[in-house]
């Protein structure tokens, strides 16, 4: 199973990661990786150089960031590769202890539907 976990970041806190933790994840990244267990990960560009597509009565519009309203925005990601949910949520845990007691963030851990292949009907010609 495949897990999206999102991190929720406070953009205007001020944190900025020390050279520290960069070699922290750096490693955290290289270990989960070759362990199979991590599939993708990025950080994100902050909100102010970022756009969101609205879609509403069946007419989009385009709002240009920084999204001021929100507290909290997503300001990174991983997709992860687990057995199940707490197994999600244990490889979740590592990636938000190595930024240690100085930081507050969260994740949210979602499951990724996958394709049910089996059940997909091809046409045909």
């Known amino acids: ?5 999102m991190v929720r970041i406070n953009e205007n806190s001020g944190m900025q990661p020390s050279e520290q933790l960069m070699a922290d994840m750096g490693r955290l990244i290289e270990e989960m990786t070759k ?3 991590l599939l993708d990960t990025a950080r994100l560009r902050p909100t102010a150089e970022g ?3 609205k879609l509403r ?12 309203e929100s ?3 997503i300001g990174g990601y ?4 687990a057995d199940s949910m707490d197994e999600a949520v244990e490889l979740t845990r590592r990636f938000l202890l ?3 007691p100085e930081w507050e963030i969260e994740c949210e851990v979602r499951q990724l539907e996958e394709p049910d292949f089996a059940n997909l009907q091809c046409g045909t010609a």
Do not use: I, N, W, Y
């Open 1 to 5: 199973m495949r897990f999206l976990s």
């Open 35 to 37: 362990a199979g267990v």
């Open 51 to 53: 756009v969101r597509v």
């Open 57 to 68: 009565s069946g007419q989009t519009s385009v709002v240009d960031g920084p999204f001021t």
């Open 71 to 73: 507290k909290e925005v």
């Open 78 to 81: 991983a997709v992860v590769k």
């Open 98 to 100: 190595t930024h240690g």
